[in-house]
């Protein structure tokens, strides 16, 4: 069984979903440290040609906080605005129509957990893209927040009873393959291979292509087979 164990990014770039898609059992890391400034609650998106970064706006986040503590603002403007942004930017974009109801079922999600809202996303898009991998929130299962860093991953992979792990390159100084060998797991590290896609409406002048956006404009400009095969450009080390 091989497993993955990642905080929850909320509309990620294609590396999230390609290393979700490597793994049997993906652990969303909601009961740790909030991360500011990170990834969770934002993204970028293609809007006139340029990226564009979105923010899911939070009430009291710290880093002080778990990510599952963590609540949406109380405002709920940044619902329509994000929806907003998204129809001005890819309204004209190949898949549209079929992305534009999805994207809205995600956003208008009613919750007010950043947490939540993220499982509920990945659900989603793991739905529209018929994955099969297992999703599961690490606070409603494991019962180990004690422990920390390699030894918290460890103790997971035990519970799943996981024969290999899969961690995102960042994580290669992190962890020591011959730790987990001696507790019968193969410890691999993906690395994302550059994908590119026929990116309309790029904007007068730009003509290069953005790597690395959110899921969502990956999703507007290809098909589900398209994006499929993309979830497959990696390596594994």
């Known amino acids: 069984m091989t497993l993955a164990i990642m905080q929850p990014y909320f509309l990620?770039?294609?590396g999230y979903l390609q290393l979700m898609n490597a793994v049997d059992t993906f652990v969303l890391y909601d009961d740790v440290a909030f991360i500011n400034r990170g990834w969770i609650n934002r993204n970028k998106l293609l809007i006139n040609g340029q990226e564009h970064m979105f923010t899911v706006p939070l009430k009291d986040a710290s880093q002080n906080k778990r990510i599952n503590e963590v609540h949406l603002a109380d405002d709920p403007k940044w619902r329509s605005k994000l929806l907003k942004t998204i129809e001005?930017?890819?309204?004209?974009?190949p898949y549209y129509l079929t992305v534009?109801?999805?994207?809205?079922?995600?956003?208008?999600?009613?919750t007010d957990s950043i947490a939540d809202l993220i499982h509920f996303s990945l659900a989603e898009?793991?739905?529209?893209?018929?994955?099969?991998?297992?999703?599961?929130k690490s606070s409603s299962v494991y019962n180990n927040a004690e422990l920390k860093a390699q030894t918290r991953i460890l103790d997971i992979c035990r519970q799943?009873?996981?024969?290999?792990?899969?961690n995102p390159i960042g994580g290669?100084?992190?962890?020591d393959k011959s730790v987990f060998a001696e507790?019968?797991?193969e410890l691999n590290f993906i690395k994302s291979k550059r994908v590119e896609y026929p990116q309309g409406n790029r904007g007068t002048g730009a003509h290069e292509f953005v790597p690395w956006l959110s899921i969502?404009?990956?999703?507007?400009f290809n098909d589900v087979t398209a994006v499929k095969t993309m979830l497959n450009e990696y390596e594994l080390v």
């Open 172 to 175: 290669i100084e992190l962890y």
């Open 216 to 220: 969502i404009d990956v999703l507007m």
């Open 183 to 185: 507790a019968g797991i």
């Open 160 to 166: 799943e009873k996981a024969t290999r792990y899969i």
């Open 100 to 110: 534009m109801p999805l994207t809205e079922k995600i956003v208008n999600f009613t």
């Open 12 to 14: 990620p770039y294609i």
């Open 125 to 136: 898009l793991k739905q529209y893209l018929d994955l099969s991998t297992q999703l599961i």
């Open 88 to 93: 001005q930017g890819y309204r004209k974009a």
